[in-house]
């Protein structure tokens, strides 16, 4: 049984959002053909959804900027503009997203005080997000993963997906990175690889 994980496809982080990925915008065409395929049994999508006071705004830590790193609650954080704050129309999911197929959404990042790039754990693994369990109760074996951004949420929900046992495959050509460092999309794809993750180019167009 195959699933699709749609990753943080929300206005916040197209080209007009508070958190841009670069070409955002052109992974949709790639998600609603993924999602439209029919290879996928189970659809779910992860949504960013942070409350207004999140400790990875930097707006929330005065004197520091976007991009420095800080220790918060013991974890290193990257800050972060304000983005996906719940209940704004910057954490929708994207209009042009075909989210007939969505069995499910799963948000993350509810916690002020820890982080959450992956869909299934916060930072620091110290909660779940009911994914893995959800998955598994649905006969889910094979998991594909696209969406935004590639070095951050596609990468840790991929990560966290092969350790949970899932056989993985994140779709590239359907997923944009925000590059805070140049190359930091080569290396996730790295990184990704290293850990038994197959990184493949389908669902494009023609
Ligand atoms: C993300 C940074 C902060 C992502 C979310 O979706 O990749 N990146 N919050
Ligand atoms: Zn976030």
Not at 22 to 27: L, Q, S, W
Not at 177 to 191: C, K, L, M, W
Request: glycine content about 12%.
């Amino acid at each position: 049984m195959r699933a699709l994980i749609l990753v943080d496809l929300q206005n916040d982080f197209l080209p007009t959002g508070a958190l841009p990925v670069p070409d955002g915008d052109a992974v949709l065409a790639v998600a609603n053909r993924a999602i439209g395929s029919g290879d996928f049994a189970c659809v779910v999508a992860t949504q960013d959804w942070h409350p207004r006071e999140h400790g990875s705004f930097a707006a929330n830590h005065p004197g520091r900027r976007v991009g420095e790193v800080i220790l918060l609650d013991g974890l290193e954080q990257v800050l972060w503009p304000v983005h996906c704050v719940q209940d704004t129309a910057g954490a929708e999911l994207a209009p042009g997203l075909d989210v007939h197929g969505l069995e499910r959404v799963f948000r993350k990042g509810t916690d002020p005080r820890i982080d959450s790039y992956s869909g299934f754990f916060d930072n620091g693994h110290r909660k779940s997000t009911g994914l893995g369990d959800y998955l598994r109760e649905r006969g889910v074996t094979h998991v594909a993963v696209l969406g935004l951004a590639l070095d951050y949420c596609v990468k840790f929900t991929a990560l966290d997906a092969r350790q949970l046992g899932f056989e993985v495959e994140v779709i590239a050509n359907g997923c944009r990175a925000v590059n805070v460092q140049p190359g930091d999309d080569e290396r996730a794809i790295v990184a990704l690889r290293e850990d038994g993750v197959a990184v493949v180019n389908r669902y494009s167009a023609g």
